[in-house]
């Protein structure tokens, strides 16, 4: 055991978030999060395995993947070719076995973070095909007979999306976690996690601005969490001050280097929209 | 330990299993939470809930549960909005105490008093005349509204102390009965899908071509055609009228079913079924097709999707000449059981909330035309949906 999980210098954990990774770690079960895009997911596995001071393995899911990719492949086309040519490697098969990301994992000395990232990525059936492995971090390998099996068992991270649902056979397994849009206060917690010397009155102004953009109804794709961090940046960079943001002059309404918030040029048209409508009423 | 929480769960619709709850037991015996109520509450939902459609629901059955349980512990808080005190306790002063409330000042007075009291106040108390709590004379009392004391305003510290997690019911909007996106609709259309090897050979077929050369000695080659959707669909959406507020969702339905299947065709209706229908709503009385040509056209394997929100005067589905556009010569009732003798699957996906059919007579007839196989437009009716057509 390796202690508990308890947030980093950099990552803000809530108390619910803490839980569900402690549990994931004492009962050595699979931890699977979603949230909103851009509610640190992905940065969740990445600062446990800080935290606990353990290796990172990650995987990433895409639409092509295989759930036999993560265990092994055995690279039969290579072997021909070297057949052919008469190379000497071709007398063990074991040589042209590649090992996935499970495999590494499971093999790993010692215990090791094993992200499987945005695993709603795959087929609808990815996630059963990894059922028993994940449960019993155990698996055979046909071509050379022989079983490979965690000593220690990983903590697994499972992120997902929403794109596509989870079989249900496979969410039993697994302890869940869903990250929440942070609210107003654990926001600012965040902000001063990543910019600490900037000017608690700009974060001020700048969140309520942020969460104004949220509140407007109708937007495609509402800022989150990573879309703030970067404007925050832009803003530092263009040392914009805190009296720039805090004009609500209607000529003004949207705010400067939107760019970064607004993603979607319907939601920039929308917002200019609403804009001309205030000025309108305003004259 | 717990059974009663775990049946309660069941019963309120979320998902559990035996093995969660054995899975939250081995948690509680090996001591991954202290003895606290609130950290009971997220372990139990991180091993018990696992999709935040479900998390509202979980969110009640906790509170109905433990509730009490709270009290022991720790003072229970609620908000209270101050209007709403306000006019409760004008109902309970009798006339001395109203003069009194003038003399100090009326309520606006009395309010602001209030607030600075609660931030002076900082532990709980109970009896006296001054603080606010409960049992006491004082005028902000909340003794009779709510007996375990009244929060005005924003509580200072730690999110998430003060009002307990479970009853802000944060993920009510997550609730799968409510929120249908195009990608939600998707994922459910995907049920459908049917994957068949046809046409051109131009894939390597890995597999064959090992066990061929293997056989054969030398490189042998094969080929095989690409997996695709073998899935036809046809959607025969209702337009105009009680339909238009649902639009929107129809709109969404049309384009994330577009990319699901092989091939999808559509037409519009007003009301019901007739003797035409139309692709193009502008040209809707120019280029009207023949109900029948649409039914020679495709083959009984097309799985048929009826949207519309059947509500119409009964008569439209049973007499002939009802429609309220055109004469029609045969009732639509007769149309619709047509589609239903050519088509072996069909359903009939319905915007309007399952709990307003029974209001009107025309979604029943309807429901016993298609033998039942009508279903909401919500993310679990579309799944059902498909879960039905897919048979």
């Known amino acids: 055991m390796s202690g508990k999980f308890e947030g980093t210098q950099n990552y803000i954990a809530t108390e619910d978030l803490r839980i569900a990774v402690n549990a994931a770690l004492t009962l050595e079960r699979p931890l699977l999060v979603k949230g909103e895009p851009g509610t640190g997911k992905t940065v969740l596995a990445e600062e446990v395995a800080k935290a606990l001071d353990l290796e990172l393995l990650t995987w990433h899911i895409k639409s092509t993947t295989k759930a036999h990719q993560g265990l092994y492949e055995y690279d039969a086309i290579t072997r021909l070719r070297d057949s052919q040519l008469g190379d000497e490697r071709v007398k063990d098969i074991k040589n042209y076995i590649n090992r996935g990301k499970l495999w590494e994992a499971f093999a790993y000395q010692g215990r090791v973070v094993l992200l499987i990232d945005e695993i709603d990525k795959a087929d609808i059936e990815f996630p059963n095909d990894l059922r028993q492995e994940l449960d019993r971090m155990e698996f055979f390998v046909y071509e050379t007979g022989e079983t490979i099996k965690a000593e220690t068992r990983p903590l697994v991270i499972i992120t997902s999306n929403n794109e596509k649902e989870l079989p249900d056979a496979f969410l039993r397994r697994c302890f869940f976690h869903y990250i929440a849009f942070p609210d107003h206060e654990t926001m600012t917690e965040i902000v001063k996690v990543h910019f600490p010397d900037l000017k608690s009155r700009l974060v001020k102004e700048a969140l309520s601005v942020f969460y104004e953009v949220r509140d407007v109804p109708g937007l495609k794709k509402k800022p989150s969490t990573s879309e703030l961090l970067d404007w925050l940046k832009l803003l530092m960079n263009e040392d914009i001050d805190e009296t720039t943001l805090r004009e609500r002059d209607p000529n003004k309404l949207i705010p400067p280097l939107h760019g970064a918030l607004l993603k979607n040029e319907q939601d920039v048209q929308l917002f200019e929209k609403l804009a001309f409508l205030a000025r309108r009423e305003r004259n | 330990m717990f059974v009663d929480f775990f049946h309660d769960l069941k019963s309120n619709g979320v998902p559990v299993s035996l093995r969660e709850y054995l899975s939250l037991l081995e948690a509680l015996d090996r001591d991954v939470i202290t003895r606290d109520i609130e950290e009971f509450y997220y372990l139990s939902r991180a091993?018990?809930?696992?999709?935040?459609?479900?998390?509202?629901?979980?969110?009640?059955?906790?509170?109905?549960?433990?509730?009490?349980?709270?009290?022991?512990?720790?003072?229970?808080?609620?908000?209270?909005?101050?209007?709403?005190?306000?006019?409760?306790?004008?109902?309970?002063?009798?006339?001395?105490?109203?003069?009194?409330?003038?003399?100090?000042?009326?309520?606006?007075?009395?309010?602001?008093?209030?607030?600075?009291?609660?931030?002076?106040?900082?532990?709980?108390?109970?009896?006296?005349?001054?603080?606010?709590?409960?049992?006491?004379?004082?005028?902000?009392?909340?003794?009779?509204?709510?007996?375990?004391?009244?929060?005005?305003?924003?509580?200072?510290?730690?999110?998430?102390?003060?009002?307990?997690?479970?009853?802000?019911?944060?993920?009510?909007?997550?609730?799968?009965?409510?929120?249908?996106?195009?990608?939600?609709?998707?994922?459910?259309?995907?049920?459908?899908?049917?994957?068949?090897?046809?046409?051109?050979?131009?894939?390597?077929?890995?597999?064959?071509?090992?066990?061929?050369?293997?056989?054969?000695?030398?490189?042998?080659?094969?080929?095989?055609?690409?997996?695709?959707?073998?899935?036809?669909?046809?959607?025969?959406?209702?337009?105009?009228?009680?339909?238009?507020?649902?639009?929107?969702?129809?709109?969404?339905?049309?384009?994330?079913?577009?990319?699901?299947?092989?091939?999808?065709?559509?037409?519009?209706?007003?009301?019901?079924?007739?003797?035409?229908?139309?692709?193009?709503?502008?040209?809707?009385?120019?280029?009207?097709?023949?109900?029948?040509?649409?039914?020679?056209?495709?083959?009984?394997?097309?799985?048929?999707?009826?949207?519309?929100?059947?509500?119409?005067?009964?008569?439209?589905?049973?007499?002939?000449?009802?429609?309220?556009?055109?004469?029609?010569?045969?009732?639509?009732?007769?149309?619709?059981?047509?589609?239903?003798?050519?088509?072996?699957?069909?359903?009939?996906?319905?915007?309007?909330?399952?709990?307003?059919?029974?209001?009107?007579?025309?979604?029943?007839?309807?429901?016993?035309?298609?033998?039942?196989?009508?279903?909401?437009?919500?993310?679990?009716?579309?799944?059902?949906?498909?879960?039905?057509?897919?048979?």
């Open chain 2, 47 to 391: 091993a018990l809930v696992k999709d935040e459609k479900n998390l509202d629901k979980f969110d009640v059955v906790f509170s109905k549960t433990f509730k009490g349980l709270q009290a022991l512990s720790e003072t229970e808080i609620a908000e209270i909005p101050t209007e709403w005190l306000q006019s409760l306790t004008e109902n309970f002063l009798t006339e001395e105490e109203k003069a009194a409330v003038e003399a100090l000042g009326g309520w606006e007075k009395i309010m602001e008093e209030l607030q600075k009291r609660l931030e002076e106040q900082k532990e709980r108390h109970e009896g006296g005349n001054k603080w606010i709590g409960t049992g006491g004379t004082s005028p902000f009392g909340a003794d009779g509204y709510n007996p375990e004391g009244i929060r005005i305003g924003q509580e200072k510290g730690r999110h998430g102390r003060a009002v307990k997690v479970w009853d802000k019911r944060e993920y009510k909007n997550l609730d799968g009965d409510v929120e249908i996106g195009t990608r939600n609709i998707k994922v459910a259309l995907r049920r459908l899908r049917r994957f068949a090897r046809d046409g051109v050979p131009d894939k390597l077929d890995l597999d064959g071509t090992i066990k061929s050369t293997a056989n054969a000695g030398y490189l042998d080659i094969k080929l095989e055609a690409e997996r695709r959707n073998k899935i036809n669909v046809l959607l025969f959406f209702d337009v105009g009228g009680s339909m238009d507020p649902h639009i929107k969702l129809c709109e969404e339905l049309f384009s994330a079913a577009r990319a699901e299947f092989k091939t999808m065709e559509h037409f519009y209706f007003h009301n019901c079924l007739y003797e035409g229908v139309w692709k193009d709503n502008a040209r809707r009385h120019s280029d009207k097709m023949p109900t029948w040509d649409v039914l020679h056209k495709y083959p009984a394997d097309y799985k048929i999707i009826f949207v519309g929100d059947a509500s119409m005067s009964p008569y439209e589905i049973v007499h002939a000449g009802a429609s309220v556009e055109h004469w029609n010569e045969e009732a639509g009732g007769v149309w619709l059981q047509r589609v239903m003798d050519i088509y072996t699957s069909a359903v009939w996906l319905n915007p309007t909330p399952e709990r307003f059919w029974t209001h009107s007579g025309s979604t029943d007839i309807i429901k016993q035309i298609f033998n039942d196989r009508m279903f909401p437009l919500t993310l679990d009716g579309l799944d059902a949906a498909m879960r039905e057509l897919s048979r």
